[in-house]
């Protein structure tokens, strides 16, 4: 299928590895953001998502860090897989005036065994 | 399956063809989204659809045509295509328009004009 990794940031990371995904957002008034994983040939999925009140949510393995100073959303993976080898973007809801999700363009995550 | 699914997985059309995506949600949604992911670009969205109604139209050319004949189904109509418009295609749906709703992604179309 197509890689959609072409010309992204790619991150290479060995497996065991704690992997962190970063993606910077331009709207101060966003109140919710979701962090996508896209394996090669399939759609995006979701992985972890956090709303602007809050500014780290945990989930397995996974913990997003919300830091609205500086408008820096992150993704921190633990024990980083062969099998989370994708694609990650974030998305961000711009509140007022927008009625869909901005997508960021993505970084291709590769883990090596 | 994600709950999102599209059909087929793979097409190949000619430019003087016309083909049709079919995306079908049992999610309960109300809220469905078509989406083009080319290899050098972000997602870009193409039309978004309210309980079947059109919201949203992003300057998509004539040749792409929607079809939402109810909340749980949106078609993408396709004719006289160029091959630029190579890419996968993906249809998305959401609870509700806007407020913060993740959106969850079928598994796109890969299509191929020749």
């Known amino acids: 299928g197509e890689s959609v990794g072409l010309h992204l940031p790619t991150l290479s990371v060995q497996e065991g590895d704690n992997s962190i995904i970063n993606c910077a957002y331009s709207n101060s008034a966003s109140d919710y953001f979701i962090w996508y994983k896209q394996e090669s040939g399939k759609g995006p999925q979701f992985i972890i998502d956090?709303?602007?009140?809050?500014d780290k949510r945990q989930g397995q393995r996974v913990t997003v860090l919300l830091n609205k100073t500086v408008k820096h959303l992150s993704l921190q993976i633990a024990a980083t897989q062969p099998g989370d080898s994708a694609v990650y973007f974030c998305?961000?809801?711009?509140?007022?005036?927008?009625?869909?999700?901005?997508f960021g363009k993505g970084t291709m995550l590769l883990v090596s065994p | 399956e994600t709950g999102v699914t599209q059909t087929p997985r793979h097409l190949v059309m000619g430019m003087t063809n016309k083909k049709s995506l079919k995306c079908e949600q049992h999610?309960?949604?109300?809220?469905m989204y078509w989406y083009k992911q080319s290899a050098k670009k972000p997602l870009e969205l193409m039309f978004v659809y309210n309980f079947k109604e059109q919201t949203e139209n992003n300057s998509v050319p004539s040749r792409f045509s929607p079809e939402c004949p109810n909340s749980s189904h949106l078609f993408l109509h396709l004719h006289t295509l160029q091959p630029e418009d190579s890419a996968l295609y993906l249809c998305?749906?959401?609870?509700?328009?806007?407020?913060?709703?993740?959106?969850?992604f079928g598994s796109g179309t890969r299509l191929t004009v020749v």
């Open positions: 998305a961000e809801n711009r509140s007022s005036g927008y009625s869909t999700l901005t």
């Open positions: 999610l309960g949604h109300n809220a």
């Open positions: 956090i709303r602007s009140n809050m």
């Open positions: 998305a749906s959401s609870q509700a328009l806007g407020g913060g709703y993740g959106y969850t």
